[in-house]
């Protein structure tokens, strides 16, 4: 029970690594708001009937309202939040960079960064009445070791960590703490996405993205909810501003 009692808000909630982390959460003692755009799989997986300690939100992350709108139901229902744990995200297939629209550009941004200042902003005010929190955002391994293609997305990447580093020097006198997480390929249904238009993305998973760990294996979501979770435990409680890889070696 590591996270005992502690209110935690997870964005991408129905996706690959959101399902585990709100498993893991939820094990670990902590209530748990999960948002998403598409939330049929949070509801699939967890009966919230079954459990007072978890909500289901519908949210676009790239909407300040409805971000805004999102966590004060969270205090509504359950006074406080105490950590987030952003990993809603979008992928980008293999594009020239020339051949990328403004528009794919700026949706990439919206949903990838965007949404991390528009989710902080949200949360900051409540974490800094408690004087405590923390926030885990998960950006990738592909921001410190990029891969042809993936342009757009490996910016917006690049601009979370450093965000998450910024406010984790400008929140650091409240005792709130802000982490990025930087997975390597993770076997959800994302990574078949970054193959280039066209290609096998099953194939594309088994050989080019497998090869490039060093430890040999595709990570799991599983990987990267024990890193979340001990990120928002009070094991980390001097961690902030780490750029936190769980990768197998890849960024190396
Ligand atoms: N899978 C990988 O190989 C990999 C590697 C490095 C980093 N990441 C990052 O990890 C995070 C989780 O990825 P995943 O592999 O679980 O992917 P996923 O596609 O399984 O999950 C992403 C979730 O984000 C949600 N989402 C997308 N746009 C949204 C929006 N506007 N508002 C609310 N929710 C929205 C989707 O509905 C989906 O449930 C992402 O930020 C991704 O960029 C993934």
Not at 14 to 35: D, H, N, P, S, T
Not at 140 to 169: E, F, H, M, T, W
Request: proline share 4%; net charge neutral.
């Amino acid at each position: 029970m590591r996270l005992q009692g502690k209110t935690t808000i997870v964005t991408g909630a129905g996706g690959g690594m959101g399902l585990k982390i709100v498993e893991f959460f939820l094990r670990e003692g902590a209530q748990v708001a999960a948002l998403d755009l598409n939330t049929a799989p949070v509801k699939q997986a967890f009966n919230q009937a079954d459990n007072s300690r978890l909500v289901v939100i519908e949210v676009d992350v790239t909407s300040e309202s409805a971000v805004i709108q999102a966590v004060q139901e969270v205090v509504n229902r359950w006074g406080k939040v105490d950590a987030l744990v952003h990993a809603a995200g979008i992928a980008q297939p293999a594009t020239p960079v020339e051949e990328v629209t403004k528009a794919e550009w700026e949706r990439i941004m919206a949903v990838n960064v965007t949404s991390a200042f528009l989710l902080s902003k949200a949360v900051i005010p409540y974490m800094k009445q408690q004087r405590q929190g923390v926030m885990v955002h998960i950006a990738s391994i592909a921001s410190q070791r990029p891969r042809p293609g993936l342009n757009a997305y490996i910016a917006s990447k690049g601009a979370l960590v450093a965000l998450a580093q910024a406010l984790a020097i400008e929140l650091a006198p409240f005792n709130i703490r802000v982490n990025a997480l930087n997975p390597g390929p993770t076997d959800t249904q994302m990574l078949g996405q970054f193959a280039a238009d066209g290609t096998d993305s099953e194939q594309t998973k088994a050989t080019v993205f497998k090869q490039s760990v060093p430890l040999g294996r595709l990570i799991k979501p599983e990987d990267i909810a024990h890193a979340a979770v001990y990120l928002c435990s009070d094991e980390a409680q001097m961690v902030t501003g780490a750029v936190f890889n769980v990768d197998g070696g890849r960024g190396l």
